[in-house]
């Protein structure tokens, strides 16, 4: 058994939480300083570190984190239905849309928005 936890870092933990609850609809299931997590599944978990905390691990041997914020870092494909729905809710909760939805060559029809570290979040829907 295998269970998945994808951690991004932000640069405020508590933005970012209140940011994920709207777009998600959800409580975090942890929220203490230097961690928030959200149960998206049985078996996999999205969690919130801050930057800072994590340079405290790296520091030695990768650049701060802080130094690629409003980069795109990483995209978070999620497969929803009405993907419309999470695109308007996370741009009214702070994000920047990226691309509306459309039909991609790969078969879904898909949106992009970026969150408020620049994180690209991707809402997509089954085109069959």
Not at 7 to 29: A, C, D, G, M, R
Request: charged content about 25%; glycine content about 8%; some cysteine.
């Amino acid at each position: 058994m295998i269970d998945f936890e994808f951690i991004i870092y932000v640069k405020n933990q508590t933005k970012s939480k209140n940011f994920y609850e709207k777009l998600l609809q959800t409580k975090p299931v942890l929220d203490v300083p230097g961690m928030t997590e959200f149960k998206l599944s049985d078996k996999l978990k999205l969690g919130l570190m801050p930057e800072n905390s994590i340079a405290k691990i790296i520091s030695n041997k990768l650049p701060h984190p802080k130094t690629g914020n409003g980069i795109a870092r990483c995209e978070i494909y999620i497969k929803v239905q009405h993907a419309d729905k999470f695109l308007q809710r996370g741009i009214e909760a702070g994000a920047k849309l990226i691309s509306p939805l459309q039909d991609r060559d790969w078969g879904d029809k898909v949106g992009y928005i970026a969150d408020l570290d620049g994180h690209i979040i991707a809402f997509a829907e089954n085109n069959n």
